[in-house]
């Protein structure tokens, strides 16, 4: 009876933990919609403790991850952007980048207006400007606006079902909470 008991209580012991597992994993929310990451073109244009990448390199990426210094590129579209570790992006269009994690800045030219960052949150849209997002391990979104405008969205703009959160001029900015509420 002795060698059987330790047995039988190592497999409850795994059958709870089992359990909890499962639980946690059922009750956490669905991750946000990521639309899939598209190759597009870029020419780098400056690094700053950047491995891997030179100035004048042309690339065509779906996805860009810094995990030091900064790399400054830019789309056909003549929108110039830096990246500083650690940035995780993905490329939807020439257009259009999703911001996992990181900070980037855009300047973007009238060529390039209509320019959005996309993060778990907001959709950043450039109406004529210079501006930062970042995003942090909590998927809270920081907007600022160094010269011009931009338009914030909800995250479920890219489903047409999004509202205006807010306009932003020149020396403006705001966060959005993982939950969308601005402040």
């Known amino acids: 009876w002795r060698a059987v008991f330790p047995v039988w209580r190592l497999a409850s012991a795994a059958a709870a933990v089992a359990l909890l597992i499962a639980g946690v994993l059922l009750l956490r929310p669905p991750p946000?919609?990521?639309?899939?990451a598209s190759p597009v073109a870029l020419e780098i244009i400056k690094t700053d403790g950047?491995?891997?990448?030179?100035?004048?390199?042309?690339?065509v990426l779906s996805t860009l991850n810094i995990m030091s210094g900064a790399v400054s590129f830019r789309l056909d579209s003549g929108v110039v952007v830096e990246a500083s570790a650690p940035t995780h992006l993905s490329f939807i269009s020439p257009s259009e980048l999703?911001?996992?994690?990181g900070k980037v800045t855009a300047e973007v030219t009238p060529q390039g207006k209509?320019?959005?960052?996309r993060t778990a949150t907001a959709r950043v849209v450039d109406l004529g400007t210079r501006f930062g997002?970042?995003?942090?391990?909590?998927?809270?979104?920081d907007?600022?606006?160094?010269d011009g405008q931009v338009r914030l969205y909800d995250a479920s703009e890219a489903t047409g079902a999004g509202s205006?959160?807010?306009e932003l001029t020149k020396g403006e900015g705001l966060r959005v909470s993982a939950s969308g509420k601005c402040r």
Do not use: E, I, M
Request: hydrophobic content about 45%.
């Open 32 to 36: 946000p919609h990521v639309p899939p």
């Open 50 to 59: 950047a491995t891997g990448f030179s100035p004048g390199d042309r690339r």
């Open 98 to 101: 999703y911001l996992h994690r």
């Open 114 to 117: 209509g320019f959005a960052f």
């Open 133 to 141: 997002v970042a995003v942090d391990r909590v998927d809270r979104t």
């Open 143 to 146: 907007v600022a606006v160094f």
């Open 164 to 166: 205006v959160l807010a």
